[in-house]
């Protein structure tokens, strides 16, 4: 059974930096996989902060966080990593982590199979 844990979320000052970690168990092999984080925001519609793929070993991140996010992932201990730096209020969210692309669409995953429950980030002004 997959089973994916977010944890490290909280409550900042803008300018201040997280780090959430995502612990995948059940056998999710990592780097043959899609695997990535989510953002969802009251009133705002789910938003895709940074997605893995294996095939070209690249990270597609949204717009809004392009150096300020980056992406980790350790294989040894199955763990997926979202480092946030200079956070923003817009930045403010439920951040799920994802594994295993279910459907594609234009080359992006819009669907995984397996979704954390989320941890909480709340930036303030």
């Given at each position: 059974?997959?089973?994916?844990?977010?944890?490290?979320?909280?409550?900042?000052?803008?300018?201040?930096?997280?780090?959430l970690s995502c612990?995948?168990?059940?056998?999710?092999?990592?780097?043959?996989?899609?695997?990535g984080w989510f953002r969802q925001?009251?009133?705002?519609?789910?938003?895709?902060?940074?997605?893995y793929y294996p095939v070209g070993d690249r990270t597609d991140y949204h717009d809004s966080v392009k150096g300020r996010f980056?992406?980790?992932?350790?294989?040894?201990?199955?763990?997926l990593y979202l480092t946030m730096h200079n956070l923003e209020p817009a930045d403010t969210g439920l951040y799920r982590c994802a594994a295993v692309?279910?459907?594609?669409?234009?080359?992006?995953?819009?669907?995984?199979?397996?979704?954390g429950?989320?941890?909480q980030v709340t930036v303030s002004s």
């Open positions: 059974q997959v089973k994916l844990v977010e944890s490290g979320g909280g409550s900042v000052q803008a300018g201040e930096s997280l780090t612990e995948v168990s059940g056998g999710v092999i990592f780097r043959r996989n899609a695997v925001a009251p009133g705002k519609e789910r938003e895709e902060i940074a997605l980056t992406f980790s992932q350790d294989d040894a201990k199955n763990t692309c279910r459907s594609v669409t234009n080359g992006h995953c819009v669907e995984f199979y397996f979704l429950q989320g941890t």
